[in-house]
């Protein structure tokens, strides 16, 4: 499978984006048109007259990345030209916040359109303010850990849950630290006609505060825990789970890889945060039987 | 020119009447206009259309304000809306009602006629939908337009029985109407 | 500018406005019509969905979106893939379409959309005035003013000609007075089919998203960059200017049928007044000349069509030798006192050897209507500032003192 | 050059701009412990690691920004990141 990200993007060193753009299209191949909407993405890989992509691609607004996705397809239809796949990217600001009003317009009209979620948990473009995504306890620009805080206040809305209320015929969650299957599920979420959404679990090396070479391994703890549960939804139904069995690790380990969670470590009072954290991932493990 | 203000009630058709009576003006030679009085009333609360009838192309875009021609639609409209409003001394004031012309007291120097619309619709069309059949009226009492125009209208729009019959209403009408002029 | 119409009354059928329009549109043969549903627009989108629903559009592809906001966008991405793409809306969900507009202008993308002109809230409003896409004048898209429904009809296929045309690339609103204009019965030629299918040929942009040629589209310019694309939309938008009096001239050869290329005048040649305005109220102003010309007032009409592009020249041409031009505004620039089109036409003037008194006008806010009356009364005034000079610049029309 | 309206762009040109300058460590392969698992061309976030001919991979210093996600990653410990001599 090649690679249609190019090289030479302004990507991190380390980039979860480029990470999870070059395995969507891995999957997808040549044949398809790419929508992007604001973010890290759009902007690491396209500044005029540079371009990273090496399918077609555009970039319109911020919230409308999933309407734009309407009409390419639309119009696709309309002039009879058949077989191309339209693909949505974009991160969890775009996808969970501004963007969800396109999203779910697009989802319920049933346009044959797979979306992305690029999910770094805050909007890293502008500099890691909280967002949807933003999970709890983490401490972000706008969410910042104090005297009287330990950060974000609310736990991670659940997007893919959203999805499947709209009656998509395929919902899958991914891993950057798991690339193959994630390359499979865009795969099928592709084949399978209709709208399909995956939401990727991608660590952001800048805003989430780890050495560069460790994003795979972060993502991959994420999972471990049980704080990212990686599974299938098709027609409604959870059709197949990633076990973690004997794999099983305590939140603390993933959290204190990352700056984001530091204050939990040193604050009075972490241990009883860090407690209501395992507990989301407990409550993960039961509901998915990890 | 000539001008018609339709006065009804949100649901009675007002502006469907002042459409068919700008079709059928057309097709009589003429050149029309009309446009609704458009507000956010629902059904049942007063509403107004309009028609303009005219020899050359119409290109005036307000309101009208003195209008040759009024129809009533709706008799309990005349309490708390003054019908009369503007109409020139020489036009003629429909409204559809069982009594005679006498009955009503307005503020007009113009002539007032009445027929009893609800009937003749009870009767031909079977439901009390009067918009179509003062149209007929209007036909008979002003000589404005011609009847056959309008029963082309209303079945250009209408198409079948429905149709039908309310040509068959807007005949009636017309020749109450004409015997009253 | 001397062009006879040849309209044969044969032809026309009754019919509204927005009838009139959708079923323009479908002539157009558009590939992709998306749009939200908003007074004083609807009757157009369901004329559309009717067509649609009776397969009478071919090749087409509706999309019921759940917003302006995406109605537009939606349109970004069927326009990049070349499909011939329109939309409709007025007032609020054009506002809502604000970041768009200037986004697809960018792009240069072609589409055509209707604006049924209606006031923006607060207080809410669903009448006529232009304030909505007066207040859209700078976001690069082709602005065109119609005078009756049959000018709307025809300015739809010439919007797609004018948009489309690889010179240009520039989308067009041509925006009809609300509910005056959209919901008005009158006769019209709805535009033919035979005809609009040689006048306008297939959409066949240059550069279209296509995995055969994976072009990017909307790559973010930094300043090195940024300039020179304003500055191209901006030659895009001078360009038109010929472009939009050219295919007027061309669709009258075609069709028989003119109302003007980027203006057009009513008594202008001898004429010590002048008025300018843009849509339904040209007709009315029409009426009230003709009643004042038979007492020997010397007054004349300018009809500006479009509005952006902005004519500069040719009405520099046409008020040159008046004694007082008058313009009036449904619209207003609040903190300016003024309208739009006052604004700009005095703009032009400056720096010129014309030194024509301007006075200018804010009228028919919110839907209030326009009587002859009130234009006399105007004209009036106008006939004042010959003898005295200007008293007052620019001013609300028909104020109801008591109520303030 | 000439812009292009629309800010349109040809494909993949990003390969102008060469990133290899950004590294401060840089990846270097011992092909004794490779076992070819591919892993490392998979998850380059710079699809800067080339397969050769051989089956074993190289990398394109050219755009490798030296991250380390693939010394990270590698199974076998194969690749060890060195500080980069400027």
Redesign the interface.
Known sequence: MKSLLAPGHRGCAGCCDAMAAKFTLMAAGEDCIVVTPTGCLEVMTTPYPETSWDVPWIHSLFENASAVASGIEAGLKALGKQGTKVIAMGGDGATMDIGLQALSGAFERGHNITYVCIDNEAYMNTGVQRSGGTPYNASTTTSPAGKVSFGNPRPKKNMPAIIVAHGSPYVATTSLAYPKDMIAKVKKAIEIEGPTYIHCHAPCTTGWGYDTSKTVEVARMAVQTGLWPLYEVEDGKVTKVRKIGNNKRPVEEYLKMQRRFKHLFTMEGGADEIAKIQAIADKNIEEFSL | MKEIRIHGRGGQGSVTAAELLAVAAFADGKFSQAFPAFGVERRGAPVQAFTRINDTPIRLRSQIYEPDYVIVQDPTLLESVDVASGLKDDGVLIINSDFDPEKFKLDTKAKIMTVNATKIALDIIGMPIVNTVLLGAFAGATGEIRPESIMEAVRERFPGKVGDRNAQAIMKAYEMMEGQK | MAHEMKMNKKNMVVVEGSYAVAHAVKTCRPNVISAYPITPQTHIVEDLSKFMADGEIPNCEYINVESEFSALSALVGSSAVGARSYSATTSQGLELMHEVLFNVAGMRLPIVMTVTNRAVSAPINIWNDQQDSISQRDTGWIQLYAENIQEVSDMTAQAFKISEDRDIMMPSMTCMDGFILSHVYEPLILLEQDITDEFLPPFKPERTLDPKNPLTFGAFADPHFYTEFRYQQECAMQKALKKIESVADEFYDMYGRYFGGLIDEYHTEDADIIIMAMGSIIGTIKDVIDRLREKNVKVGLLKVRAFRPFPAEAIMKVIRDAKVVVVLDKNISLGMNAGALFIETKSILYNTDITVPVIGYMIGQGGRDIPMSTIERIIAEAEEVIISGIKKESQFTDLKEELI | ?K?????????????????GG??TFKPVYDYDKCIKCKLCE??C????VLPKEDGYFEF?Y??C?????C???CPKSAIT?VLEEK
Not at chain 4, 45 to 48: C, F
Not at chain 4, 65 to 69: E, S
Request: proline residues 5%; negative net charge.
């Open positions: 050059m812009i292009v309206p629309g800010a349109v762009c040809e494909a993949g040109t990003s390969r102008v701009n060469k990133t950004w590294r998979l998850l976030p710079d699809s800067s394109d050219d755009y920004k030296g991250c380390g996600i010394a990270n990653e990141m």
